[in-house]
Every structure is written in C-alpha cells, then in structure tokens.
C-alpha cells in the first residue's frame, strides 16, 4: 500500500510535527503543511490509511474555495495533492467546535455527556428527553481548548474562554460569526450532495495584521461528522447509527474493545484500513462532485511531495 506515514523533508526548515499534518516554517512568513495519511483520534495516532493525506488536502481546498466569501483563509498555492502552502498564522488556543445533532463518541461530545446526566454544558442547557443522533433545535458551538503539547482538549464556555484571556471578546464574537455561518454554508452544500453535516471543527488564527484567519482543514472527514441523509430518518427511528462518511466508524470499533483514554489500543486491522480507505475516497466524490484520481507519480508518496517542494528548499 502506498501510505504516507512520516514527511521528513531534512532540506525544509522550520519543521513542527502535528498529529496528522507535519509543517515547515518559511523564512518568507509562509508555511509548508504536508497532509499525511496518519489517522488520529482519542488524542492519540491510531493507524495510516492510504491515500487519505490527498482526500483530505483536496476535500479542504474543496471547501475553501466555497466559503472564501465568508471569512479569510491561510491558503496561498498547492504544490501537490498532499500539501497546501499557508500563511504563517499565530493559532488560536481554543478550536471550535459546532454541532447540529446530538451525537458524538468521543469524551468531549455532547451525547458522551448527555448520556452520562449532564445538561447543562459549554455554557448552555440541553433539554431531558432527547436521542442518540436527535437534531438540536439549532446549531451550536461547544469550544474546547487546544491541546498544543500534546495533551487532551477540554470543554470550554464562552465565560471561561473570555476569564481565562484565552481570547479578546472581539475575537471569540468574530470567531463565533465566522463558525456559524462556514458550518450553515456547509450544511447547505452537504444538503446538495445528500448529505448531512453534523458537526465539525475548525481552528482559526491571526496573521501579522492581527486579522482572523481560517486555519488548518474545513469541513473534511477528519473534522467533520457526516452522516447519508436517505439513512437517517430510519436510523433515527431504529436508534441505530446513521450511516457516515468520517472516521467514527473506527473510533466505534475502537471504543467496542476498549477505554482508548484508559487502555492500550489494540492494532487497527488490515482489512478495516482498506475499508476506511475507501470510505475517504467516497466521501471525497460525494462531498465536492469530483472524482478522486490518485496521484501515484513518484516511487513513494514523500518521493514524489521532495520533487515538488524542491523550489522551498534550503
């Protein structure tokens, strides 16, 4: 399998290594960001799946391009399907979060608490009696911090986010606006498509001008929830798990055989890294409308990204 596992380029400077994307900080105030195909999830690395670097690069350029009349973003060129070049942005310490459904595996997602008693969360009051996968009666945001040492995201409010100076009250109502309108346009396009989106992540920056600045990925399987809109009024009803096109599937197999904050991991099997590979590739052809053709120049996948990052070597 071609797999992109590991994007050490020793002739690029400025190298910061994130849980999927490694970077390269530019002298000129840019950044090289490599999307490997490493598949991250319980704030740890659990496999690689190939092709899903350029699936997610190409979903974000996607998505990009269709909300760049909504608020700014870090893009400047893409010299190959795994790598986006960034403006160099000082990241915001508090990745937000909106959903749309109550739904969730993970510690920090709202059905997580919701099951576990909780209803009053991120700063707002969910009512008794809702389902697995119930819509909310309207989008909302659930902020959390930024883990940027490595350490494990924690719910945030909006009170703490503003007491603790995490960001200026100008900053998170920009950020709020930006969030709410990027996921409504993203449920519109996503509706379009027979698709639900259910919720998702994004990170935002500021650039030397103090401007806020999307940053990262938008709306891709790795920070989106989507579910197939046909399957869910009947999953809903039977309270079974819509059918989605993200990488809760592999977290689900994951929490099915352990507590992945408490436990080891067990090794994600072959045949379950072949499937999620085509879950990405499908959810990158349903997403935008495009069909995915694998760049397959090159002996290796870091071979043939060398070649075409030759011109940013020092």
């Known amino acids: 399998m071609r797999i992109l596992s590991d994007a050490f380029i020793p002739e690029l400077p400025g190298r910061y290594n994130g849980k999927v ?9 840019s950044r090289i960001i490599i999307a490997t195909d490493r598949l991250s999830a319980f704030d740890v690395i659990l496999t690689a799946i190939p092709f899903k670097g350029q699936v997610l690069t190409q979903t974000a350029r996607y ?17 190959d399907p795994n790598v986006v070049i960034g403006t160099r942005l000082d990241i915001l ?26 209803r009053a969360m991120y700063g707002i009051t969910l009512p008794d009696g809702m389902k697995d996968n119930e819509k909310l009666p309207q989008a909302i945001i659930t902020p959390t911090s930024k883990a940027f040492d490595g350490g494990h995201d924690e719910p945030l409010s909006a009170d703490e986010i503003l007491a603790q100076k995490l960001l200026t009250p100008e900053q ?3 950020v709020s606006r930006y969030a709410l309108a990027l996921f409504e346009r993203g449920q519109q396009r996503a509706a379009e498509r027979g698709l639900i989106l259910v919720d998702t992540k994004y990170e ?16 891709t399987p790795d920070s ?3 579910w197939i809109a046909e399957s869910y009024e009947q999953s809903f009803a039977t309270g079974a798990r819509p059918r989605s096109f993200d990488k809760d599937f ?10 992945p904050y408490k436990d080891a991991i067990p090794e994600i099997p072959r045949e379950l890294v072949e499937q999620t590979s085509k879950v990405y590739i499908e959810a990158f052809e349903t997403i935008t409308g495009q069909r995915f ?6 002996s290796t996948v870091l071979e043939r990204i060398r070649g075409n990052l030759r011109p940013y070597f020092s």
């Open 21 to 29: 994307r490694e970077n390269y900080n530019l002298p000129d105030g």
């Open 63 to 79: 998505w990009f391009e269709q909300t760049a009349d909504i608020c700014p973003n870090h893009v400047i060129s893409y010299p």
């Open 93 to 118: 310490p508090v990745e937000i979060v909106v959903r749309g459904y109550l739904a969730g595996t993970t510690s920090t997602s709202i059905l997580t608490k919701y099951r576990n008693g909780e």
């Open 172 to 174: 998170w109502e920009t």
């Open 204 to 219: 935002f920056g500021t650039d030397k001008d103090g401007r806020i600045v999307l940053a990262d990925e938008i709306h």
């Open 224 to 226: 989106s929830r989507y």
């Open 250 to 259: 592999v977290r689900a197999w994951v929490t099915e055989r352990c507590d």
């Open 293 to 298: 053709v694998p760049d397959l120049s090159g």
